[in-house]
């Protein structure tokens, strides 16, 4: 009897034994099981951070002004091109203290704004290119329609569209900005004058056609427009609200810094090579600012607009 109890202890002890080495077995086994799994994971956390170290290196986007916040003043000093100070040593008190851009959503009220954007739409639905730019110049009477342009002060549907308020109204803002630019970049306000063009600008979501439609490209204002020295654009409307795309990209060698429209803002630069630039497309709805330049030279000076300019 004590030999069978002991054949049965043995007999137990050697299966507790099996078991305990099944047991490690599997748990050995395991591991090499969700190996693969385990590496495949680890790959892609590791590929995914590395996407983000690269797009992040290449990013060269910083955003200079948001369209959700109100900007009291932001400006960015930066080194003049030669060129544009060279041209600017023969007008005195006129050669800017600093180059930079400078935003601000203090000096044109939601108001003049309103009024500004009622202007523009009521001109603008009389023309219109037939790609996705067009403008309506209130000086010269430039309106685009189809591929061209005409003088809207000649067309009979267009007489007395704008009356004495409307351009009262332009004259207002125009010389809130000219004050602007003379406190904020160190000039006399008596030494800038309005130049031309000067325009209500409406893109839109359209294909081009002309080259007037392909406003995207980087350019420099001095180079486009010989009689800028200082430009400004007042925005008419809320980007990500009336519209998607359409941001202002000032181009760096280091970044690139974007001006988010907000109706209302502001936007001011000295007008030489220092401020290349350009507008991202829009990609939804309808964007519309206005631009107002000035100039040191007398010669490139022009008179407000009145209801003086229709021709009977």
Known sequence: MSEVKRRNKQSISTDKILESEE??????????KNLPLRILSRTVVIFSLLIIVY????????????????????GLIIECSSEYMKELDEYEGCAPKNCKRYVTD???????????????????????????ASILD?????????????????????????????FNTFRVVKDKIRYAIAHHFGVQPTK??????????EISTKKAVTIHDEYWH??????????????????LGDYNIDFKGGQFVFIDSNYNYTVEPRKGRLSMFTSGAEN?????????????????????????AIADPGVEKYIS
């Open 55 to 74: 797009m992040s290196a290449k990013d060269k986007t910083k955003i200079f002004a948001k369209q959700t916040e109100v900007i009291p003043g932001k």
């Open 192 to 201: 800038i004058y309005l130049t031309y063009p000067t325009f209500f600008s």
């Open 218 to 235: 980087p350019h420099v204002d001095k180079e486009s427009y010989k009689s800028f020295h200082y430009t400004t654009l007042l925005y």
């Open 106 to 132: 203090t000096v044109i009220s939601t108001k003049e704004a309103d009024e500004l954007l009622n202007m523009a739409k009521r001109g603008l639905k009389h023309g219109g290119s037939l790609g996705g």
């Open 23 to 32: 047991k490690k077995a599997k748990e050995k086994a395991s591991p090499n």
């Open 276 to 300: 290349l630039h350009h507008v991202q497309k829009v990609t939804s709805g309808v964007r519309y600012a206005m631009t107002i330049s000035f100039t040191c030279n007398k010669n490139y």
């Open 138 to 166: 209130l000086h010269s009477g430039a309106l685009s329609k189809g591929s061209n342009f005409v003088n809207f002060y000649k067309l009979k549907e267009m007489k007395n569209i704008f009356d004495q308020n409307d």
